[in-house]
């Protein structure tokens, strides 16, 4: 009489990871979580960015592991394309940012992106030597941004003496700056300071509103009636873009371009 022994089914190496480290896939929700598997059938497991949020995007650890960086549903930014940062839906002009005041809204970057232009638009000069610099901080995940710029890519002249890295003649328009910048996905904050500017600001084209990522710390008392602001300003800013100090919120922010490679 023949005996039936129990038939073990083949298990693949990935399949043998998930069993040995007994993690339900459903719940993978924390760094080093198998959440998937690549075609290959690679264990994919969670990663998290440095401030505490997914981030998106893919890459080998050097465990040799295949990590996945948050959601994969976003589209990837097109080369030679240009696109405005701040998910802007309308906009504004405002002669009033005011010499000296840096104005940073909240930019989310979904995947890795290099950028080789950016830039601003003035609709009236102002004074022969004002200028407007652009400026990108970093996040320091709590909705603030936080220390040294991650790029200062130098001026654009809103005056006669074409003061700035870009001479643009006093001529209102659109203009930009030449950058060679990757950023990595995460929260970033974009705007710029009108700078060198005596008595005649220039006026810039500015968002009008934007989409948040997640709601902002207003500071520390209570906001104002009726206050609406969707970022931060920095005072006294001349020169080169100095670490990040919080002055006030802010509701109104240049608007700023950028081109991928």
């Not at 203009?175 to 005596?198: A, F, K, N």
């Not at 969707?230 to 002055?247: D, E, R």
């Amino acid at each position: 009489m023949s005996r039936l022994g129990l038939i073990r089914p083949a298990v693949n190496a990935a399949m043998q990871v998930l069993l040995d480290g007994k993690i339900d896939k459903s719940i993978g929700t924390t760094k080093g979580d198998i959440i998937g598997f690549t075609a290959s059938g690679t264990p994919v497991r969670r990663a998290v960015g440095s401030n505490g949020a997914s981030v998106v995007g893919n890459s080998a650890n050097s465990d040799g592991l295949a990590y996945e960086y948050g959601p994969q549903w976003f589209p990837t930014y097109k080369s030679g394309y240009y696109y405005v940062c701040n998910s802007t839906t309308a906009t504004t002009t405002s002669g009033t940012l005011s010499n000296g005041i840096l104005r940073l809204s909240p930019w989310v970057v979904t995947k890795s992106l290099p950028i080789v232009r950016i830039g601003a638009e003035f609709t009236a000069a102002g004074d022969a030597a004002s200028v407007f610099r652009i400026a990108i901080y970093g996040d320091d995940g709590s909705g603030m941004p936080s220390g040294a710029a991650v790029l200062d890519p130098g001026t654009i002249s809103t005056g006669t003496g074409n003061a700035g890295t870009v001479a643009t003649g006093g001529t209102p328009g659109v203009y930009e700056i030449t950058v060679s910048q990757t950023l990595q996905p995460g929260l970033y904050w974009v705007g710029g300071v009108v700078q060198g500017v005596t008595s005649t600001q220039p006026t810039m084209r500015c968002i009008q509103s934007t989409t948040l990522p997640a709601p902002l710390p207003s500071g520390t008392s209570a906001p104002g009636a009726g206050q609406t602001y969707a970022g931060y300003q920095m005072n006294s800013v001349t020169g080169a873009l100095p670490t990040w100090s919080y002055s006030a919120n802010t509701g109104t922010h240049p608007r700023i371009h950028f081109k991928v490679a």
